[in-house]
């Protein structure tokens, strides 16, 4: 119930194409939905979030698209540029809890070829 | 300034020794957190502070104990390391019950147990 499965586990693709990341959960009392961005020895860093009330947000070249009925979000980068190889995670959250607990998915590197 | 920062950056101990890492934040934020990341990039929360009071501690072995003596730092101490031990900790902020809850992460220490 707790748990938010990610996939696919690595993704490579070519400059200028679209790099697509896919999430589902099970807990329907989670409320917000963020993506982070890693590189190799940092820390994550938020991207992108969104909450159930909207089915899209777009920010630049990454969109988030949210289907609450399917229980599944998504992350889209279009345009990928070699700047963005790094390791990716949707996560998931209940703001009722007012604990600010993330619960991760699995992580997905990308690697984009010039 | 950096926002969340954690100090060492790497540890590299001896099993059976006691171990500190340091987290401090300028953010204002008034919850605080340690997630672990295991060799396969898999972050996992360990603990949560609010107002330096603990909020979550995620069946963590007693071995670990955090400490917070403000709301701007929170401290992890470890006992006993353990081979198993070796990761990527992150201690990370944020403002709960805001509009963002965005969580900050610092940049990480890498411990390893030898």
């Known amino acids: 119930q707790q748990q938010v499965k990610q996939s696919p586990q690595s993704l490579i693709v070519q400059k200028g194409g679209i790099s697509i990341i896919n999430c589902a959960y099970e807990n329907t009392a989670f409320d917000y939905f963020p993506w982070y961005q890693q590189f190799p020895g940092k820390g994550p860093a938020l991207l992108i979030a969104i909450r159930p009330d909207v089915s899209e947000k777009k920010e630049g070249r990454f969109t988030i698209s949210f289907n609450k009925s399917a229980k599944q979000f998504s992350l889209h980068i279009m345009d990928s540029q070699p700047g963005d190889s790094a390791t990716y995670f949707c996560a998931a959250s209940t703001g009722s809890s007012n604990t600010g607990k993330l619960i991760f998915g699995q992580g997905t590197t990308l690697q984009v070829k010039p | 300034d950096t926002a969340v920062s954690q100090t060492p950056k790497y540890l590299v101990t001896q099993m059976g020794n006691d171990k500190s890492i340091k987290c401090e934040q300028n953010?204002?934020?008034?919850?605080m957190y340690w997630y672990k990341q295991d060799s396969k990039k898999f972050l996992k929360i360990m603990f949560s502070?609010?107002?330096?009071?603990?909020?979550i501690n995620e069946t963590v072995p007693n071995r670990f104990s955090p400490k917070s003596p403000d709301k701007a730092h929170l401290n992890l101490h470890i006992n006993s390391l353990e081979l198993g031990d070796s990761a990527v900790y992150f201690c990370a902020s944020s403002l709960l019950g805001g509009a963002n809850t965005e969580a900050f992460f610092g940049q990480g220490t890498r411990l390893t147990v030898v």
């Open positions: 953010l204002g934020h008034d919850t």
């Open positions: 502070y609010n107002n330096k009071e603990l909020i």
